[in-house]
Structure formats: C-alpha cells, structure tokens
C-alpha cells in the first residue's frame, strides 16, 4: 500500500504538477466558503462592508472576497446600500469601497434555512 503524502509533502515536491483542474476545484471551494461566510455575516448585521468581513476571515479567504460580494449581488442575494467608507486595508491607500446588505431575498433564503434547521431538529 502507497503512503499517501502530507500536504506539507505535496507542496514541497518539484515533481507534483498541479492540474489546472485542481487549482479550479480549490478556487471554487474556496469561493463557497466565503460567499458563505458573508452570508453568515449579511445575517448577523443590518449592513456590511469588506473591512468588516477582512477582519473575521482567515488570510486565505480574502483573495475571494470580492469574487464572492460580486456572485451574491448577481444572484439577488445581497445589494448595495448607497454608502461608500474608507477602505482599512493599507495598500488601497483609504479608497472607497462599498457598503452592503441583505435584499428580501437573501432574508428569505436564511429564514428557510432557519426553518429547515429547526424541523431536521425536531425530526431528530
């Protein structure tokens, strides 16, 4: 039986070639993970900009931050409140960013979620 390499093993190797696929699979997983979490967050906050959601996501998820604000505005789910703040982030030099919250429909995805949690819940 092969021992299976440790990521740490995976990454050092000269040899391993990375498959376009794979880094596409990764990215787009990585991307859920953070439209989730600024759903999560949407949730949670009556309004919502980058600087908020930079503070609670690892290092990693920042590279998908805007992918993942711009998917849940095209899906309807978040919108655009009108305000604009200073960016925190230092090498954006305080330009202006957006300010964000759930539409109508975003609030009606999570209430069914909450209502699918709580019957999976009781069926427990």
């Given at each position: 039986?092969?021992?299976r390499?440790t990521p740490a093993e995976r990454?050092?190797?000269a040899?391993?070639?990375?498959?376009l696929?794979?880094?596409?699979?990764q990215?787009?997983w990585?991307?859920?993970i953070?439209?989730?979490?600024?759903f999560?967050?949407?949730?949670r906050h009556?309004?919502?900009?980058?600087?908020?959601?930079r503070d609670?996501?690892?290092e990693l998820?920042h590279?998908f931050?805007g992918a993942?604000?711009?998917s849940?505005?095209?899906g309807g789910?978040?919108?655009?409140?009108?305000?604009?703040?200073p960016?925190?982030q230092?090498?954006?030099?305080?330009?202006r960013?957006?300010?964000?919250?759930l539409?109508?429909?975003?609030?009606?995805?999570?209430?069914k979620?909450?209502?699918?949690?709580?019957?999976?819940?009781?069926?427990a």
């Open positions: 039986m092969t021992r390499l990454l050092a190797s040899k391993k070639d990375l498959l696929e794979e880094l596409a699979d990215s787009s990585d991307q859920f953070v439209e989730q979490a600024v999560h967050f949407g949730q009556d309004d919502f900009s980058c600087n908020d959601l609670v996501l690892p998820g590279g931050l993942a604000i711009n849940l505005r095209q789910v978040i919108a655009h409140t009108g305000r604009m703040v960016s925190t230092k090498n954006t030099n305080a330009h960013i957006s300010v964000w919250t539409t109508v429909k975003g609030r009606e995805i999570a209430a979620r909450k209502a699918d949690r709580g019957q999976q819940a009781e069926a």
